[in-house]
């Protein structure tokens, strides 16, 4: 009898809203290859616990001293199993011992075509206003494996878009984000196969 494989797992880091959270989950559950099985979060009143709710994923939130000076988070994720551990919007440091315990398994996305505008405090609306002020011509997103340093994991994929000289911050984080909308579940897609 022909036996279907085994529906890989997805773990999620997020620290805000969620968007791309929730995107990636119904990118999967719509296609029944993987799921989102929990979503961990470091800040309380984040609003991809309010997704994760009403998409009945489990949520898990945890603070500073759990994350860097326990086992905690490393014990949650080998309960899990995860096939892979992405980073959707999670704003701290992940240490060396999440690294070393799965190595190419945690990947992350960022708003910009790195090498350039990483780095610590280099998130969100921060990156737009500095490529702005750069007169930059174009930006994008850089999905990347992670590694013990703020976004210097191997590059696995760059998508871009033009910056006009009539962007702000806020009409170029919208590019963005419709680049990763369309792009993140995709490229999580290509590594679980």
């Known amino acids: 009898m022909f036996k279907l494989p085994p529906m890989k797992k997805i773990i999620i880091f997020a620290s805000g809203s ?8 119904t990118y999967f559950h719509q296609k029944g290859t993987a799921q989102v099985s929990l979503i961990l979060c470091n800040n309380p009143q984040a609003g991809v616990l309010t997704r994760a709710k009403r998409l009945a994923i489990p949520s898990l939130v945890f603070n500073r001293q759990a994350f860097y000076e ?9 309960s899990q199993h995860p096939d892979l551990i992405v980073l959707a919007g999670f704003l701290w440091k992940v240490p060396a011992y999440l690294t070393e315990a799965y190595p ?3 990947i992350n996305i960022h708003p910009s075509l790195l ?8 998130y969100g609306s921060h990156v737009h206003e500095a490529i702005i002020a750069n007169a930059e011509k174009e930006s994008g ?6 590694n013990e340093h703020y976004d210097e994991g191997n590059i696995i994929f ?3 878009t033009t910056v006009l000289p ?3 911050p806020d009409t170029l984080a919208e ?5 990763e909308y369309e792009y993140f579940p995709k490229v999580i897609e290509e590594i679980l196969v």
Do not use: F, W
């Open 18 to 25: 969620g968007s791309n959270a929730e995107r990636i989950a």
């Open 70 to 78: 326990s086992d905690i988070v490393l014990n949650v994720l080998k």
């Open 104 to 106: 190419h398994k945690i």
């Open 115 to 122: 090498p350039k505008y990483g780095g610590k405090g280099m």
């Open 141 to 146: 997103i850089t999905i990347h494996y992670v």
């Open 158 to 160: 760059q998508a871009k």
């Open 166 to 168: 009539t962007d702000t």
């Open 175 to 179: 590019k963005i984000h419709l680049l």
